[in-house]
T-cell receptor, first 114, second 115 residues
């Protein structure tokens, strides 16, 4: 069965520190997709990235980077030089060939202190 | 930038009452979804909808729930007789493609409080 584990419930850092959010997934699908969403205090879900299971290249977008390792079923997310505005709950999710059915992790609460 | 819009943003209702949550998906999207997030917990899939029928539903989506696309723009979630445990944030989402799980665009959510 599909399962996503975000072992870090809460992380607290000081501004400008780098922080990595861990995500481990389980899936029975051979083709699948991995996602990260940000949920700021206002509550909406903001899409950050989608990767498919065939593309293990790491990706960088500004201060954000993602490390996909199929061998360890992990899809970790790093924020470089964190800022207070990065404070949010971050969700990792997995989706296979079911129509838009994403399995979310429990989320990691990130607090960035000034 | 196109977005998914949801109404109401917050609804308070009495247990046993019917509730309808409304969503306007992005106009060229064909696949529609409802997800739920109980306060402080993870986001859970409820149902996916394509071509005027349910594609998949979770075990949460029991007979008390129904979805409908009554016209060309709205997508609704009805809870027939609300229970206390239905209190949650309900997110609507839409995507251009469903198979192979395209990018889902989420609305800002409708918070339902059942008293």
């Amino acid at each position: 069965a599909q399962k996503v584990t975000q072992a870090q419930t809460e992380i607290s850092v000081v501004e400008k520190e780098d922080v990595t959010l861990d995500c481990v997934y389980e899936t029975r699908d051979t083709t699948y997709y991995l996602f990260w969403y940000k949920q700021p205090p206002s509550g909406e879900l903001v899409f950050l990235i989608r990767r498919n299971s065939f593309d293990e290249q790491n990706e960088i977008s500004g201060r954000y980077s993602w490390n996909f390792q199929k061998s360890t079923s992990s899809f970790n997310f790093t924020i470089t030089a964190s800022q207070v505005v990065d404070s949010a709950v971050y969700f990792c999710a997995e989706g296979g060939t079911s129509y838009g059915k994403l399995t979310f992790g429990q989320g990691t609460i990130l607090t960035v202190h000034p | 930038e196109p977005e998914v819009t949801q109404t109401p943003s917050h609804q308070v209702t009495q247990m046993g009452q019917e509730v309808i949550l409304r969503c306007v998906p992005i106009s060229n999207h064909l696949y529609f979804y409802w997800y739920r997030q109980i306060l402080g917990q993870k986001v859970e899939f409820l149902v996916s909808f394509y071509n005027n029928e349910i594609s998949e539903k979770s075990e949460i989506f029991d007979d008390q729930f129904s979805v409908e696309r009554p016209d060309g723009s709205n997508f609704t979630l009805k809870i027939r007789s609300t229970k206390l445990e239905d209190s949650a944030m309900y997110f609507c989402a839409s995507s251009e493609i469903g198979f192979n799980t395209g990018e889902l665009f989420f609305g800002e959510g409708s918070r339902l409080t059942v008293l």
